[in-house]
């Protein structure tokens, strides 16, 4: 069976854990500076007063003048949602998350050591900790399992046998498919509402009206494929951070602060001659006057690993420019680490052997026409109105 | 005795890139052409003037256009103010 854990609102629970009095008030997660001004996640208070997620903030400040708005603190979800992947993997679970606070997994393996499936399902349950509301589904198939999840209550499992599919997709909202707004839209308007409404249509009819999406959406309407869970691969831990006396909005102190995190990073024992391949530069921010200051945090995957500093440094230094405020720390993460292996240099430079046969061609060319058959444009005025001005021709004897 | 430093065989030889060459020309009553080399304009894509080092004893004062001649071909030709003659130049 697949599983798929599911934390609605992740993000807000991560940023009300610092302030958890906040939990049982109508609190939302603030929109992200320069997005669209509509609210994130809400508590249960919110919801209880009108206020629903992705609601215009005027709107939602209207329908409940007392509501709190919670800044986003995406390095403390990160690191939140880190501590829960790991102790799933601690629980003997071969996990994939796909996306804060949405993870699935292969009971396969484990059942037989914790009893059968909704024992392992509820020691997953019990690894993820109760104070997130995590709920759990399983199904043969991953939309399935993530539907099942979706529809679970908090804390518990719910199970969908392979035959009951069909019927338990059947009449649950379009919202779970991963379409486009106009899509849904344009879906409603044809009066299709459900899940099983559009797995009842044909499948050329949806691909020709919704395209691709649609041809897609309409394949998981009907339970989606059978895809594998395929389990991540551990994330190294090698963190070094600076703390700054105060906060630094210098773009120049923050690359040579970089520089030093980098430098001191590659030295530490435990990375084992290893190369980087994954980093991840994070911040903290200084408060912008609504309570605690928020985080800022860019993951960057190196186009070749490397242990070598001014090549990460050059990588990551210009993600310093994405900050948005004055940075009390700067944090560097080397999230995933290469077994060393050699690396086989060139004998010959690069292209060495074709500029060799192109000098050739050219020799064989003059020898032919005569001398001054092979010419160089050389550029010596490039700016000038006077086309004939621009670039000379220089021939060519060597 | 001192070798003398220059690149004389570049000096001797180097050439302007895109040098313009004379054209036949039928010109409409307005100044546009109407056939470059005896083949008939198609489209008129674009004209515009160049003038420039009209502080020397050699100005420059061209009409250029852009064209799409029957055949398909796309040209650029230029009427000279100061000498009264039609080329066609690439690069321009």
């Known amino acids: ?398 | 005795m001192v070798a003398d430093t220059r690149d004389s065989r570049a000096l001797r030889t180097a050439g302007r890139l895109n040098e313009p060459r004379p054209a036949r020309v039928e010109a409409n009553f307005d100044g546009t052409p109407s056939q470059v080399n005896h083949v008939a304009v198609a489209l008129l894509r674009e004209e515009w003037r160049v003038v420039d080092r009209w502080w020397t004893e050699e100005p420059v004062l061209r009409r250029y256009f852009e064209l799409v001649l029957e055949t398909g071909e796309n040209t650029v030709v230029f009427h000279d103010g100061a000498g009264g003659r039609w080329y066609t130049q690439r690069g321009a």
Do not use: H
């Open chain 1, 1 to 398: 069976m697949i599983a798929c854990l599911s934390i609605p609102g992740f993000e807000l629970k991560a940023a009300l854990r610092a302030r958890p009095s906040l939990s049982t008030r109508p609190a939302a997660l603030a929109p992200g500076a320069g997005e669209e001004p509509l609210l994130g996640p809400v508590t249960a208070a919110a919801e209880a007063a009108g206020v629903l997620p992705r609601m215009r903030l005027g709107e939602a400040l209207a329908t409940c003048p007392e509501l709190v708005l919670v800044e986003a603190d995406p390095a403390a979800a990160e690191r939140a949602w880190e501590e829960i992947v790991r102790a799933l993997e601690d629980a003997g679970f071969s996990v994939e998350p796909a996306a804060l606070g949405v993870a699935y997994f292969e009971t396969r393996g484990v059942e037989r050591l914790y009893g059968g499936l909704e024992p392992a399902l509820r020691r997953a349950l019990a690894a993820t900790g109760a104070q997130w509301d995590a709920r759990i589904g399983a199904a043969a198939r991953r939309f399935a399992a993530l539907a099942a999840a979706s529809v679970a209550k908090p804390g518990n499992v719910m199970l969908v046998r392979e035959q009951d599919v069909a019927q338990f997709l059947a009449p649950l909202p379009l919202t779970l498919l991963p379409l486009e707004r106009r899509q849904y839209d344009e879906l409603e308007a044809l009066g299709v509402r459900q899940l099983g409404q559009l797995a009842g249509l044909p499948g050329g009819a949806v691909a020709e009206r919704l395209g691709p999406d649609g041809r897609r959406a309409w394949g998981l309407a009907r339970g989606g494929a059978a895809a594998r869970v395929r389990g991540r691969r551990p994330p190294a831990e090698l963190v070094e951070s600076l703390e700054f006396p105060e906060a630094v909005g210098n773009e120049l102190t923050l690359r040579r602060a970089l520089g030093a995190l980098v430098e001191t990073a590659l030295a530490r024992p435990e990375r084992r001659d290893r190369f980087v391949r994954k980093v991840a530069l994070g911040a903290r921010l200084v408060s912008t006057g609504s309570g605690a200051g928020g985080s800022w945090r860019r993951t960057l995957t190196l186009r070749e690993p490397s242990a070598d500093a001014d090549r990460i440094r050059v990588a990551l230094a210009p993600r310093l420019a994405e900050l948005p405020a004055p940075v009390l720390e700067l944090r560097l993460e080397l999230v995933e680490l290469t077994e060393p292996v050699g690396r086989q240099l060139e004998l010959l430079a690069a292209g060495a052997e074709d500029r060799t046969r192109l000098r050739e061609g050219l020799r064989q060319v003059r020898a032919s026409t005569g001398s001054g058959s092979v010419c160089t444009v050389m550029e010596v005025a490039p700016w000038s109105r006077i086309p004939e001005t621009r670039a000379l021709f220089v021939p060519r004897d060597d």
